[in-house]
């Protein structure tokens, strides 16, 4: 089992930055990759960002050179760091972490964090 409380949501002027923070408990040893996801209203969730153990990382195409994820060598955090944020951002955002144990693998995910971008 692994436990994840997100933090760092909140409302910001369109250009503006904010900084989400995922911190990890439990099972951290198992985890296989770390990442963020979004969902606007009337929208599905989408996948924002990943990490991945080796350190590599994926962007979807609308958040390329405006967002950054990063984690812990420990693997006990994962950050993302959003920058020139738009109106389309608006979304409540989780953190997500796969994790692989004796050929079982699951998905966690934190509770959710309000982000407002204003026009």
């Known amino acids: 089992q692994v436990q994840l409380v997100e933090s760092g949501g909140g409302l910001v002027q369109a250009g503006g930055s904010l900084r989400l923070s995922c911190a990890a408990s439990?099972?951290?040893?198992?985890?296989?990759?770390m990442g963020w996801y979004r969902q606007a209203p009337g929208k599905e969730r989408e996948l924002v960002a990943r990490?991945?153990?080796?350190?590599?990382?994926y962007y979807t195409d609308s958040v390329k050179g405006r967002f950054t994820i990063s984690r812990t060598n420990a693997k006990n955090a994962v950050y993302l760091q959003m920058n020139s944020l738009k109106p389309e951002d608006t979304a409540v955002y989780y953190c997500q972490v796969q994790t692989v144990a004796t050929a079982s693998v699951r998905q966690y995910w934190g509770q959710g964090t309000q982000v407002t971008v204003s026009s």
């Open positions: 990490i991945f153990t080796s350190g590599s990382t």
């Open positions: 439990g099972s951290i040893f198992s985890i296989v990759h």
